[in-house]
């Protein structure tokens, strides 16, 4: 920790800046991950970072799979969430249609199976795949298809989100189900309100304390 707490320590005020790729550089494993994207169908928000001592620069090939251009499906990220290693979000290119009686895709392969596209591929995309703001995604956690994370929410470490999860739920297991709420409903609804992670980086600094001691009447007071 103390390479940590230096850096920290002597570090400019505010935060290191969102366009620095390795943000702690006592530890290149961690990457702020929008500084690490090519693609123009993912998009990755501000001070989101991604934990992999294998490169967090391998995201977009080893951590999302069967993500196609000519399916135009994309995946959104929001800002201030936190990706641990071995996490994957599983993109449409990987969906096989049923409505047959094989769900082999023998018309990828062409040489005479071109032709024979299954009559409902057109529907087995599920949309984009979209995380919310300041969400923590557990080790070794997979994501499906389609499938919306609300702000503020927890998946747990190997967990397998196959539905869309509410703002600030915590859920875990295969399939991910709802341990708990993060806090009561009117907490979230005032969380949600502030958006936060939405204010000028100077705001968030000067209102750390409140936000890490989840004094959520002392981040209204800081609220433009």
């Known amino acids: ?56 620069e391998n995201f977009e090939r080893r951590n999302v799979l069967y993500h196609f251009d000519f399916i135009g499906d994309r995946l959104v990220i929001g800002k201030f969430c936190s990706i641990a290693r071995g996490v994957r979000f599983l993109m449409n290119g990987g969906n096989h249609s049923l409505a047959g009686l094989s769900a082999y895709p023998f018309y990828i392969f062409g040489r005479g199976w ?62 991910a189900r709802p341990i708990r709420r993060r806090f009561d409903e009117a907490t979230i609804d005032r969380l949600l309100a502030l958006r936060w992670w939405d204010w000028p980086i100077d705001r968030i600094t000067a209102s750390l304390d409140a936000i890490v001691r989840g004094d959520v009447a002392g981040l209204e007071r800081a609220w433009p």
């Open 1 to 56: 920790m103390e390479p940590r707490a230096q850096e920290h320590r002597h570090g400019p005020p505010g935060g290191p800046p969102p366009e620095c790729r390795h943000p702690i550089a006592a530890f290149p494993q961690i990457a702020f991950l929008k500084n690490v994207i090519t693609s123009p169908m993912i998009e990755v928000g501000d001070y989101t970072y991604f934990d992999d001592p294998e490169g967090p």
């Open 114 to 175: 071109e032709g024979h596209v299954p009559p409902d591929e057109d529907r087995t995309s599920k949309g984009d795949t979209v995380v919310g703001n300041d969400v923590w995604l557990g080790y070794g956690a997979t994501v499906l298809p389609g499938v919306t994370i609300g702000d503020g929410a927890v998946i747990g470490a190997c967990s397998v989100v196959s539905g869309n999860v509410a703002p600030y739920t915590i859920v875990a297991g295969n399939p």
